[in-house]
């Protein structure tokens, strides 16, 4: 009996591996240092990791989320410069899972390169002040978003800059609001909330005919995806990548994305020092939404229109402004520049005003009230009590950028349209 446990093997399972050369075929991992026979365990605690293995015959389909702050730097001392270009030094001078992010930002934009921020609004805002200085003039719409117009209408007057406001859209308003210190012609389409629309050839155009003048455009609301804003000449295009590039309302981010490579270098350098960059684990999952972009933008405007259609129908609503309409008064200007959709954004006007449309909103089910945009989820706000309320404008000047107090600014997602219907039938019967 002890001689047939003796013989009984330490492994015995129906599970089948081949245990002959157990030896040579195990995994084995190699450090990237090489250890002295003395190294202590807590050294090794601090310092053990492992090389990556054969590295260029097999590489992760989706990239690795890559949170090092610092970089070991194998080499002289004297190429610190290089590895600062070439490769990565410090996570705020560039880290791998920000640059899959930028990248793929950069060729659906169609640039020279782009950069990501921990926000929208710090990517608008930090390129903006890397470009001007005292003494300059801004041209920006109106209405435009709200932390955008905050910064243009009062911060910007803490530095000595001047902004002028024209209406959103106007290309000859653009014109005659030229000054001789004019820096910055800002633009947005389609504009929030109103999506009124800038015909963006035109607009860079005008702003080329000022030396040294430099255009930029928001563009969050249509994307890359559906608009080409450096194709058409505008000098730098901005995303709120909170938005529709990460679509599942997981994160807050921006992205800045230029053709010009004096300008991506400069304010390549100018994000480093004043450290406005994304976190790597944010460029991650930015990157993770990007790449259902093209699908859920096709499902955003496919549902968008049909909600836009229904409530062009309805007795309560007193007027719909979609792009993909064609009541739409620039119809003509988002069909030569949105080629492959319209877009998830509607707007609607209610008759009975301010009351009706605060009724909608608090009777909406399905439909969340909420402000931001661009997820899968439909999102409502009204714009006059929230994102362009009492905090940020007064009530004269958002009359004076056509926000009126029974709009309502409907973020579509993509759910069935025919729910969604359903839950608007019910919330407009109360208003």
């Keep these: 009996m002890s001689d047939e446990k003796n013989t009984r093997p330490r492994i015995d399972s129906h599970f089948k591996v081949a245990l002959d050369d157990a030896e040579r075929c195990i995994r084995r991992l190699e450090d990237v240092k090489d250890y002295d026979d003395d190294v202590?365990?807590?050294?090794?605690?601090?310092?053990?990791?492992?090389?990556?293995?054969?590295?260029?015959?097999?590489?992760?389909?989706?990239?690795?989320?890559?949170?090092?702050?610092?970089?070991?730097?194998?080499?002289?001392?004297?190429?610190?410069?290089?590895?600062?270009?070439?490769?990565?030094?410090?996570?705020r001078y560039g880290n791998h899972s920000c640059d899959n992010?930028?990248?793929?930002?950069?060729?659906?934009?169609?640039?020279?390169?782009?950069?990501?921020?921990?926000?929208?609004?710090?990517?608008?805002?930090?390129?903006?002040?890397?470009?001007?200085?005292?003494?300059?003039h801004v041209i920006a719409p109106d209405p435009v978003f709200g932390g955008t117009y905050k910064f243009f209408n009062s911060m910007l007057m803490d530095f000595g800059v001047e902004t002028t406001f024209v209406p959103?859209?106007?290309?000859?308003?653009?014109?005659?609001?030229?000054?001789?210190?004019?820096?910055?012609?800002?633009?947005e389409t389609p504009t929030n909330p109103t999506l009124t629309l800038l015909d963006l050839k035109a607009f860079a155009d005008?702003?080329?005919?000022?030396?040294?003048?430099?255009?930029?455009?928001?563009?969050?609301?249509?994307?890359?995806?559906?608009?080409?804003?450096?194709?058409?000449?505008?000098?730098?295009?901005?995303?709120?990548?909170?938005?529709?590039?990460?679509?599942?309302?997981?994160?807050?981010?921006?992205?800045?994305?230029?053709?010009?490579?004096?300008?991506?270098?400069?304010?390549?350098?100018?994000?480093?020092?004043?450290?406005?960059?994304?976190?790597?684990?944010?460029?991650s999952i930015l990157l993770r939404g990007i790449r259902t972009l093209p699908l859920r933008m096709e499902k955003h405007s496919s549902n968008a229109l049909k909600i836009a259609q229904y409530l062009?129908?309805?007795?309560?609503?007193?007027?719909v402004k979609y792009?993909?309409?064609?009541?739409?008064?620039?119809?003509?200007?988002a069909a030569s520049q949105m080629k492959k959709g319209f877009g998830g954004m509607v707007i609607f006007e209610m008759k009975g005003g301010l009351e009706a449309g605060r009724i909608v909103m608090e009777n909406i089910k399905l439909i969340l009230m909420a402000t931001s945009l661009g997820g899968t989820e439909s999102l409502?706000?009204?714009?006059?009590?929230?994102?362009?309320?009492?905090?940020?404008?007064t009530k004269e000047e958002r009359e004076a950028g056509g926000i009126s107090d029974g709009m309502i600014r409907f973020s579509v997602g993509v759910e069935d349209p025919a729910d969604l219907i359903r839950d608007l039938e019910q919330a407009l019967a109360k208003a």
């Design 101 to 136: 992010a930028s990248h793929a930002i950069n060729i659906l934009e169609g640039g020279i390169g782009a950069l990501v921020f921990s926000t929208g609004m710090s990517a608008i805002t930090t390129t903006v002040l890397a470009l001007i200085k005292t003494g300059d």
């Design 380 to 393: 409502m706000e009204h714009p006059a009590s929230m994102t362009h309320g009492p905090s940020v404008m």
């Design 168 to 187: 959103a859209g106007d290309i000859e308003a653009y014109r005659k609001a030229i000054k001789p210190n004019t820096k910055i012609f800002y633009g």
């Design 323 to 333: 792009p993909g309409l064609k009541s739409h008064p620039q119809y003509d200007v």
């Design 312 to 319: 062009e129908t309805h007795p309560k609503v007193a007027r």
């Design 206 to 283: 005008v702003a080329k005919s000022v030396p040294g003048a430099i255009s930029m455009c928001d563009s969050t609301f249509a994307t890359p995806y559906l608009q080409d804003t450096l194709g058409l000449g505008v000098d730098i295009s901005f995303q709120s990548c909170s938005k529709y590039l990460g679509g599942h309302g997981d994160l807050l981010g921006g992205s800045m994305c230029t053709k010009d490579p004096e300008l991506y270098l400069f304010l390549t350098e100018y994000q480093r020092q004043i450290g406005n960059t994304m976190g790597p684990f944010t460029a």
């Design 40 to 91: 202590s365990q807590d050294t090794l605690a601090v310092t053990a990791k492992t090389k990556l293995r054969m590295p260029t015959l097999t590489t992760p389909i989706v990239p690795s989320i890559s949170l090092s702050s610092s970089y070991e730097l194998r080499g002289k001392v004297e190429d610190y410069q290089e590895f600062s270009k070439n490769g990565y030094i410090y996570g």
